[in-house]
């Protein structure tokens, strides 16, 4: 140690302690840059593993959610079949009805001119297509 001081100054002893914190207070510095580059670098992986099953999450509950529509729409379409077919029948009875009326009540035919017919058919028909 008295080597030291009899071959510097305290002058240059007090630079050269002044350069070692400099050059400790820039290595902390450094160290801090590189620490904080990884841990955005670990923040993007994670943020992506995160969106990404956020993104899974979705489409399975979109998924689940298009099923049960589907499943709604095809409980309507049968209530719709069932509902024509029950409409069907509710005209053919009115219709048979009616002709038992005349017929018994009138003493006389029922004459339905064909072209009647064919309208009413073809409305039947063309409701039936149109909900199915």
């Known amino acids: 140690m008295k080597d030291l001081l009899v071959k510097y100054s305290l002058s240059e002893i007090a630079l050269f302690v002044f350069l070692l914190l400099v050059a400790v207070k ?15 670098t670990y923040d993007k992986h994670r943020q992506s593993d995160e969106i990404e099953g956020t993104v899974a999450d979705l489409n399975e509950s979109y998924e689940d959610a298009l099923h049960k529509v589907n499943q709604s729409f095809d409980v309507i379409n049968e209530k719709i079949k069932m509902l024509i077919e029950s409409d069907k029948e509710d005209i053919k009875s009115f219709l048979t009805s009616q002709h038992h009326h005349f017929v ?5 035919l029922m004459i339905i001119p064909w072209n009647v017919l064919k309208k009413g058919s073809q409305f039947m028909r063309k409701s039936t297509e149109t909900l199915l």
């Open 26 to 40: 820039e290595m902390l510095q450094l160290f801090d840059w590189f620490w904080n580059r990884v841990k955005r």
């Open 104 to 108: 018994t009540r009138m003493g006389g």
